[in-house]
């Protein structure tokens, strides 16, 4: 069977994924090395220096792109250094088109680093393609899309944005983090290249920093892939063998992860003192159909906003928590708590956060795999 015949969970187990032909061990070695042999100059089995090649790292990027039905895969230090390669592929006076509703650290890259050498941002709402087609020019190279958006889980759909990228000839990228590639994949629906924080729901733990790039596209790939080494933003084959092994439970997790979240947004949505609950699983939501048509589940990342909207009620709350911990960062197997407006999404102006709800009383929860009853005292108490 081909890793392409494979179904999902297959995949996540075997896909890319060979005994040690030196020693038959089951688990894929940590080649914790810089560099290999040369028995005279250019001579050599495919390796010359970990930054360029590892065998590690060329495991997890066979098994992840597997995952997303890639052909290629790339894997990267962090997500922001996956999202840095992705600016990377443009030039002074590019433009791009960003989603106006985004992970903070990806705004802050966007409008701190980039646009200092050249690069024009445009951010803007893309529950409907319309406001984003406008800001089109000729200088105009991509669209950044995040689906579901980090903190208030708005849906883009990827298939419209992807024909408006074909269009016009645009590079689309989404970042997937949020759904994971067990809950949707982009380059499936037209998208040309998927981005994953790998620290997320991937590796699944919150014990791995790491980004990927998925894609098809075989220029594109040589593009990625001299910039992965030419700026030489690699993870270390000991953080690859930690992501190849959370891969592993990746879609156990995640049937928990939305069993869990669909049981918490529901209790939220039923108490008191929440104003309003941030998730696509409910038929109110505004995006909820294509939720439904791009998404195999709703996951576990949601958003809550209370009632009267005070920053001191949102402190009181995340500070009491007991189960859930008050930390930034998601997708790991427990549960934790943020505040975006001081944590995640600081570093996006006030009244531009508050635009797209990330308001004052905004809590964005990562549902973990822990007990939903032991999981529902903890709200309980906290709200109380
Ligand atoms: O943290 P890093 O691995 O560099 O990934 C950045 C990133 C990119 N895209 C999305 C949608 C993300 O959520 C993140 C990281 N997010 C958090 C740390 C957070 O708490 O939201």
């Not at 393609?129 to 991509?142: P, R, W």
């Not at 596209?217 to 892939?225: I, S």
Request: hydrophobic share 40%.
């Amino acid at each position: 069977m081909t890793d392409q015949e494979m179904k999902f969970e297959t995949k996540a187990i075997h896909a890319g994924l060979e005994p040690d032909s030196a020693t038959g061990a089951i688990m894929t070695p940590i080649y914790q090395t810089s560099t290999y042999a040369q028995p005279l100059p250019g001579v050599h089995k495919g390796y010359e220096y970990s930054r360029s090649n590892n065998p590690t790292r060329n495991a997890l990027q066979k098994n992840l792109a597997a995952l997303e039905n890639a052909k290629h895969g790339l894997a990267f230090g962090s997500g922001l250094a996956a999202v840095d390669a992705c600016m990377r592929l443009l030039k002074p006076g590019d433009e791009i088109i960003s989603t106006n509703d985004l992970y903070g650290g990806s705004y802050r890259q966007f409008t701190k680093v980039h646009a200092n050498y050249g690069l024009k941002f445009h951010f803007t709402g893309m529950q409907t393609i319309e406001a984003a087609e406008a800001l089109i020019n000729q200088n105009t190279k991509m669209l950044w899309v995040e689906t579901p958006t980090n903190p208030t889980l708005n849906i883009i759909n990827i298939d419209a944005f992807a024909a408006l990228a074909k269009k016009h000839h645009l590079i689309l990228v989404a970042d997937n983090t949020f759904a994971s590639p067990y809950l949707q994949n982009p380059l499936d629906l037209g998208a040309d290249i998927v981005m994953h924080s790998v620290t997320k729901y991937i590796a699944g733990h919150s014990d791995v920093i790491m980004g990927f790039l998925a894609l098809n596209d075989d220029q594109l790939r040589q593009d990625l892939a001299f910039i992965q080494n030419s700026v030489g933003a690699v993870p270390g084959p000991m953080d690859c063998f930690l992501a190849l092994r959370g891969i592993k439970t990746l879609h156990l997790r995640m049937q928990r992860h939305c069993e869990n979240g669909a049981a918490i947004a529901h209790f939220l949505a039923n108490h008191p003192k929440v104003e309003k609950v941030f998730w696509p699983g409910f038929e109110s939501h505004p995006n909820h159909e294509v939720a439904k048509a791009q998404m195999r589940g709703f996951g576990g990342m949601m958003s809550f906003s209370l009632k009267g909207d005070k920053l001191e009620d949102a402190f009181s709350v995340v500070s009491k928590l007991r189960i859930f911990t008050l930390a930034e960062s998601l997708g790991g197997v427990e549960s934790l708590a943020g505040h975006p407006a001081t944590m995640t999404h600081a570093s996006i102006p006030k009244a531009d956060r508050e635009k797209t709800g990330v308001t004052d009383s905004l809590i964005r929860l990562s549902v973990g795999v822990e007990h939903i009853d032991d999981l529902i005292a903890d709200l309980k108490q906290a709200l109380a």
